[in-house]
């Protein structure tokens, strides 16, 4: 499956932003879907999660309450609202992709389960 993000760019503290994932393919609903951030300087850390059936979410503590995951299987699209932003969520924001056609599980937070991954959108926050 092949990934593209959008929807990153320029917002001011307590702003909002919708990121967008667009998935390739006929099987989208067989993934566990997630966002990754990398902030300048920083390793990659995971954000959210949401399993293939849009029933389980997982989140990092630092994002929980401002950040909502999830997916409309028909546009073979994962969302991530952001809101309340503040400087420390500026990041290069990932999508990815776990496959797990027969999950009936909570979707993992960890990178090496994730099979996919999209290019980046960039999400800048200023003070």
């Known amino acids: 499956v092949q990934l593209q993000a959008s929807g990153g760019g320029l917002v001011q503290a307590g702003g909002s932003l919708r990121l967008s994932c667009v998935a390739s393919?006929?099987?989208?609903?067989?993934?566990?879907m997630g966002w990754f951030r990398q902030a300048p300087g920083k390793e990659r850390e995971f954000v959210a999660a949401?399993?293939?059936?849009?029933?389980?979410?997982v989140y990092a503590d630092s994002v929980k309450g401002r950040f909502t995951i999830s997916r409309d299987d028909a546009k073979n699209t994962v969302y991530l609202r952001l809101i309340n932003l503040g400087p420390d969520d500026t990041a290069v924001y990932y999508c990815?992709?776990?496959?797990?056609?027969?999950?009936?599980?909570?979707?993992?937070?960890?990178?090496?389960?994730?099979?996919?991954w999209g290019q980046g959108t960039l999400v800048t926050v200023s003070s």
């Open positions: 990815a992709a776990d496959f797990r056609p027969y999950a009936y599980s909570s979707p993992s937070s960890s990178e090496g389960s994730f099979d996919y």
């Open positions: 393919g006929r099987t989208f609903s067989s993934y566990h």
């Open positions: 949401i399993d293939r059936r849009g029933e389980r979410t």
